[in-house]
């Protein structure tokens, strides 16, 4: 039964109660009703989650071109410089925002922002919060925000099942509430922030929300996805039999801390000019390297030689370790590489206008260019805030004048049998996501999983429930996830050829995935 208890004359939709949702319904509410739907409840989001802190210039001896730069050299040649360039200019003015919205970030005694040093950063620019606790801070600022919004209307519990179109548009969604059942919303605008996917791998430290069903709702609706084969591992998780892989944040590598193999050398040193904080993949499988260079491998990240309080500076790393018999102030912390950031994801232009009219995206389930083949540490929070602040503003211009329809632009109408994949369980599925297309990938791997993965479908049929849904999407993601590495024959970012172990030039592009198009439609930053 379709429940039709809440009616609105077609307000803006937004999905996700992250840094980039909360933000872009915040703007937009400043001019019209919104609707902002969470499958859970409104605190449940991966931001929350987020320690390090944001990156921006805020020093006068930093600059935008610097942060550019530094940015384009992570990303190894899959960026959009124009995208970036919007990033690190407006970086400043998205902070201030927050600020004024209620974050507050820590200062000195004098009353001045603390900036932290972070991986493939050329100068300090991170800004925190509770010293580990950034995320927390800005999702407990933006969530007081929109509750006392009169113009934006919560719906906690309320988990989107389609982005419905009508004549090439967006024209609304259905949903399923827990407490109505399922329901149908007309909308004409739908940004969607929905976050990561970092659930479709055994190891993550995603809470288990992520599971990437805003980037298959696009997908399905006809919008165009970019840059699928490139997921971010972070380098450093704790890793205890039995234990939640609870993230390391790398602003402790940043304070000094140093990665240390059983024999206690730092195995960094020779791997890269940056040593510990050098960018995140190849840090990741340097570590991993060491973890399987024998038997009983094992890894740590050693802190004792730090000069700040480390109950002070990371007090939710501190006491998290500390519950687990591990003081940091006296012994390494066993770490592994875990998935951590979905780079890919809904292509978007530099104002989130996705390539079906009416769907906008920000945050991590939108491609914007910012990150290309590897993201810069710290600049998740910072694009999140930058680009929903723009997509805002494109829905306010696109009020005035509908955008055209792009060509290509279609509903997915692909006819799939049945086949194995579609009865592997959700560990069946991560055990499998993890082993053949992680952080180390061959053809023969790619293909295997693919393999597994045959004739999963592409329309949800099972009764309703949160977990069939999630499982539903997470194994669409990782049929796209594998597809896009297998044709990318070579290693660049954050995806990895152990058969094809370096750059190649000619396949510096990013691969466009199309549900009505067989063959990649290919767009070179070269």
């Not at 113009?151 to 509430?177: Q, S």
């Not at 939108?366 to 600049?379: E, I, K, P, Q």
């Not at 049945?418 to 297309?437: T, V, Y």
Request: proline share 4%.
């Amino acid at each position: 039964m379709v429940s039709s208890k809440r009616v609105y004359p077609t307000p803006v939709a937004v999905i996700g109660s992250g840094l980039a949702g909360l933000l872009a319904a915040t703007h937009v509410a400043q001019q019209q009703p919104v609707i902002l739907l969470t499958k859970r409840r409104l605190r449940d989001s991966n931001t929350k989650y987020s320690q390090g802190g944001i990156a921006a210039v805020w020093s006068d001896e930093d600059s935008p071109a610097q942060h550019t730069e530094d940015t384009l050299e992570a990303g190894a040649g899959l960026c959009d410089r124009k995208a970036v360039e919007v990033l690190t200019e407006n970086g400043k003015e998205a902070i201030l925002k927050l600020i004024e919205l209620g974050t507050n970030f820590d200062q000195d005694t004098q009353g001045r922002y603390l900036l932290g040093l972070e991986g493939a950063h050329s100068m300090p620019r991170i800004l925190h919060a509770g010293g580990d606790a950034t995320g927390a801070e800005i999702q407990r600022a933006l969530m007081t925000q929109a509750r006392q919004n009169p113009n934006i209307e919560i719906w906690e519990g309320a988990f989107v099942t389609e982005i419905v179109t009508k004549e090439g548009r967006v024209a609304g969604l259905r949903y399923h509430d827990e407490q109505t059942g399922e329901g149908f919303q007309e909308a004409s605008q739908v940004i969607l922030a929905t976050g990561g996917a970092g659930q479709v791998y055994r190891y993550t430290s995603n809470p288990e929300m992520a599971t990437g069903e805003g980037a298959v709702l696009a997908y399905l609706a006809g919008a165009e996805l970019m840059d699928m084969e490139f997921f971010q591992f972070h380098p450093t998780a704790l890793c205890l039999p039995n234990t939640p892989n609870f993230l390391i944040s790398e602003a402790v590598r940043g304070e000094g801390a140093v990665l240390r193999n059983l024999e206690g050398e730092a195995f960094m040193e020779n791997q890269h000019p940056l040593k510990d904080l050098a960018p995140r993949d190849i840090v990741a499988r340097a570590i991993t390297h060491e973890i399987f260079k024998r038997q009983d491998g094992q890894v740590f990240l050693d802190a004792t030689g730090l000069d700040c309080d480390l109950e002070t500076r990371f007090p939710t790393i501190f006491r998290t370790c500390l519950q687990h018999g591990i003081d940091i102030r006296k012994e390494g912390i066993p770490i592994t590489p875990v998935a951590h950031y979905f780079m890919g994801g809904v292509s978007t232009d530099l104002w989130g206008r996705s390539s079906l009219p009416g769907l906008y995206a920000c945050g991590e389930v939108a491609r914007t260019g910012v990150h290309g083949s590897n993201r810069l540490a710290s600049n998740s929070l910072l694009e999140g805030a930058v680009f929903a602040l723009r997509v805002g503003d494109a829905v306010f211009e696109d009020q005035k004048q509908k955008p055209e329809i792009w060509e290509r632009a279609c509903s997915f109408s692909g006819e799939y049998p049945e086949g194995e994949g579609n009865h592997l369980s959700a560990e069946q599925f991560r055990n499998l996501m993890w082993e053949n297309a992680g952080l180390i990938r061959t053809k023969e791997n790619l293909q295997e999983l693919l393999r597994q993965l045959a004739g999963i479908p592409y329309r949800f049929q099972e009764p309703f429930s949160a977990q069939n849904f999630e499982l539903f999407a997470m194994k669409i993601m990782g049929k796209l996830i594998a597809e896009a590495a297998l044709k990318r024959e070579e290693s660049r970012g954050g995806h990895y050829r152990l058969d094809f172990p370096l750059p190649r030039k000619e396949q510096c592009f990013s691969n466009t995935t199309h549900p009505c198009l067989s063959v990649a439609i290919n767009r070179d930053f070269s």
